[in-house]
């Protein structure tokens, strides 16, 4: 098993790319330690992963509470040890022209999609560092590399997690800790139903699938696969990379 005796603690775990990365990692042994601002979910998660098998501890988090978050991972580290942490948790804002985004709206991105990132390495990365060990994995977007119409506040805060994440990397390398962003194309999860599916969701889907050379969007295990191998060993030489998992579109 590829994190046997390892534990990752995962934002936004209570729904699609978290919980299917909680599954995943918990399948290669990891404890999960799923974090949510929804309890519901959360409990999802945890039931399914505790059905597979797996151990998991379930945090009602709001990432944008920088003080709760320190908490939670202290919590983590005290309990079970800390080796992964996945910054996963993220809004979009719809399809929506730049313009016509309200200042309150694009600040809730921001501090959710950004600010909850930077709350996660805050208070992960004294504890990795001192331990001379560990891998961080931050979800930003394909959005986040080469941009998206109609998504103009989403795209900027995905993109400032793709060059935070590569700061950091810089700068916990000596350290033993990597640090790493996955940069998913359009994925079948709740998210982008609210935001391309205003219709037939399954009719928009194959259309959309149209644009990719692999005629496919993502599925959550798409991303799962690849947040794996970033948290794990397999990429012990990898660090401050923005892996791009979008089935080709990006080339296309
Ligand atoms: P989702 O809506 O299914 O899941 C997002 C989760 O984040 C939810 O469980 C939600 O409760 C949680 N969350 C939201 N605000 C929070 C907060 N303040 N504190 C704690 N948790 C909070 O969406 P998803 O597709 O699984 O998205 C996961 C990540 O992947 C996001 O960062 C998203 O931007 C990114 N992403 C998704 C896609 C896609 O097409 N699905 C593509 C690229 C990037």
New binding site residues.
């Given amino acids: 098993m590829r994190l046997e005796n390892e534990t990752a603690f995962i934002?936004?775990?209570?729904?699609?790319?978290?919980?299917?990365a909680a599954e995943r990692f918990a399948a290669e042994g990891a404890t999960i330690v799923a974090?949510?601002?929804?309890t519901d979910?959360?409990d999802e998660t945890a039931d399914r992963v505790a059905d597979a098998g797996g151990e998991v501890t379930t945090h009602e988090?709001?990432?944008?509470d920088r003080e709760a978050f320190a908490a939670a991972v202290d919590a983590t580290v005290e309990e079970h040890g800390l080796d992964i942490v996945l910054n996963?948790?993220?809004?979009?804002h719809g399809r929506t022209d730049m313009e016509t985004i309200e200042d309150d709206l694009r600040d809730r991105v921001i501090?959710?999609?950004v600010k909850?990132v930077w709350n996660g390495c805050r208070a992960a990365i004294p504890h990795l560092k001192e331990q001379g060990s560990g891998a961080i994995v931050n979800?930003?977007?394909?959005?986040g590399v080469i941009g998206a119409p109609k998504l103009s506040a989403?795209s900027l805060?995905?993109g400032a997690v793709v060059n935070f994440t590569r700061s950091i990397a810089a700068e916990l390398g000596p350290h033993g800790v990597r640090a790493n962003a996955?940069?998913?194309?359009?994925?079948?999860?709740?998210?982008?139903r609210?935001?391309f599916g205003q219709g037939n969701w399954e009719e928009t889907k194959a259309e959309m699938a149209k644009q990719y050379p692999l005629r496919r969007?993502?599925e959550?295990e798409d991303?799962a696969n690849a947040m794996l191998f970033l948290a794990s060993d397999e990429a012990d030489w990898i660090t401050g990379h923005a892996l791009v998992i979008d089935g080709g579109y990006s080339i296309s």
């Fill in positions: 934002t936004g775990a209570g729904s699609g790319l978290g919980r299917a974090a949510d601002i929804d979910g959360l988090l709001d990432v944008r996963n948790a993220g809004i979009s501090d959710i999609n909850g979800t930003a977007s394909l959005a989403y805060s995905k996955v940069c998913p194309g359009v994925t079948d999860t709740p998210m982008p609210e935001d969007l993502g959550p991303v």
